[in-house]
């Protein structure tokens, strides 16, 4: 295997794995790693690459906006969802993981108790918001899979 497959296969692994670690573009290191691939070795054809190309841009779109789209999914409204994706994004550095989803479920359940002063409801928004920001990574996950599945079977088999 040359040095640029295997640089590419590097980058797909560090797709899958960019999935859960915060601040790593998974859903660009896959389609860098498939384009890599593709381009030193001329595989996949072009079915599978279009495929897989759409595959790592849904991967991209998800990283970008499957936050927010559960934060507003929550009934919460785009000012409080853009401020707990900075809060979860600034607390991302001194907590890791677990400081962005407390950035997040906490800031919107702030925001929300204090506009609608009912505990229930701001902790039912907080707690889905919080879901859709672990769903998202879920989904980012079995996406770059999918793109890695697909190159190592293109690969050896």
């Known amino acids: 295997m040359d040095f640029l497959v295997a640089a590419a296969f590097a980058l797909l692994v560090l797709g899958v794995f960019g999935s859960v670690l915060p601040l790593l573009p998974s859903g660009a290191l896959s389609l860098v790693g498939l384009l890599g691939y593709w ?25 970008w906006l499957a936050g927010f ?52 409801a701001s902790a039912r928004r907080a707690a889905y918001a919080t879901v859709g920001v672990v769903a998202s990574a879920g989904m980012q996950v079995v996406l770059t899979a999918v793109v890695l599945g697909a190159v190592l079977w293109v690969q050896f088999l």
Do not use: C
């Open 39 to 63: 381009w030193q070795t001329g595989q996949p054809g072009p079915l599978l690459l279009a495929a897989l190309v759409g595959v790592s841009v849904l991967a991209v779109a998800v990283d």
């Open 69 to 120: 789209v559960g934060a507003r999914a929550s009934g919460v409204d785009t000012r409080t969802s853009i401020l707990a994706g900075l809060v979860g994004f600034v607390l991302l550095f001194p907590g890791g993981p677990l400081g962005l989803l407390l950035g997040v479920a906490g800031t919107v359940f702030a925001v929300e108790l204090r506009e609608k002063q009912d505990v229930e």
